[in-house]
T-cell receptor
Framework: RKEVEQDPGPFNVPEGATVAFNCTYS??????FFWYRQDCRKEPKLLMS???SGNEDGRFTAQLNRASQYISLLIRDSKLSDSATYLC???????????FGAGTTVTVRA | EAGVTQFPSHSVIEKGQTVTLRCDPI?????LYWYRRVMGKEIKFLLH????????ESGMPNNRFLAERTGGTYSTLKVQPAELEDSGVYFC??????????FGPGTRLTVL
């Protein structure tokens, strides 16, 4: 079983729409959770950390469900510039290394 | 502030040859990581340096891969001899703490 699993998509949505997707992780001892964004042929960039209480950053909302071991990302009022691959990233306990999901591709169309 | 830089951006070599990738982390970042993305797969951890010491090299595929970080500044990753399955994008990242990694642009390695 993979450490981090994501729906690869693609999610094709019109501008202004809301899109949401999840990722699941296998290690119940995982301590830290993040969403990274990766544009085509570019490096991953940190989008936001995910906290137990849930958190928002502008149009982006991240949720963590420890009991079910999943993380979600919701994008409101999608912009063309939101088109990218979103990588779910988990760090285990006593660990620094990032475990990546394979990514969820989002395409926002005009 | 300069970000993480990697050299070269692309490398095309033949099977059996040697390639050395270089990473310059953000100044002051003690933590340096190497990751790799093979075509169609997720990004995978290779190893982690804290200053010049290897903290975790559990992700290194085999002994054809050698990473160094002399003096705790830049790092090199040597593949010798290269095999076809080594093709992929090699990312370097640096951070001051866990989870706040800044990634370099990657080196795209193609082994023919």
């Amino acid at each position: 079983r993979k450490e981090v699993e994501q729906d690869p998509g693609p999610f094709n949505v019109p501008e202004g729409a809301t899109v949401a997707f999840n990722c699941t992780y296998s290690n119940s001892a995982s301590q830290s959770f993040f969403w990274y964004r990766q544009d085509c042929r570019k490096e991953p960039k940190l989008l936001m950390s995910v906290y137990s209480s849930g958190n928002e950053d502008g149009r982006f909302t991240a949720q963590l469900n420890r009991a079910s071991q999943y993380i979600s990302l919701l994008i409101r009022d999608s912009k063309l510039s939101d088109s990218a691959t979103y990588l779910c990233v988990v760090i285990g306990s006593n660990d620094y290394k990032l475990s990546f999901g394979a990514g969820t591709t989002v395409t926002v169309r005009a | 502030e300069a970000g993480v830089t990697q050299f070269p951006s692309h490398s095309v070599i033949e099977k059996g040859q040697t390639v050395t990738l270089r990473c310059d982390p953000i100044s002051g970042h003690d933590n340096l990581y190497w990751y790799r993305r093979v075509m169609g797969k997720e990004i995978k951890f290779l190893l982690h340096f804290v200053k010049e010491s290897k903290q975790d090299e559990s992700g290194m595929p085999n002994n054809r891969f050698l990473a160094e970080r002399t003096g705790g500044t830049y790092s090199t990753l040597k593949v010798q001899p290269a095999e076809l399955e080594d093709s992929g994008v090699y990312f370097c990242a640096s951070s001051q703490g866990p989870g706040r990694e800044f990634f370099g642009p990657g080196t795209r390695l193609t082994v023919l």
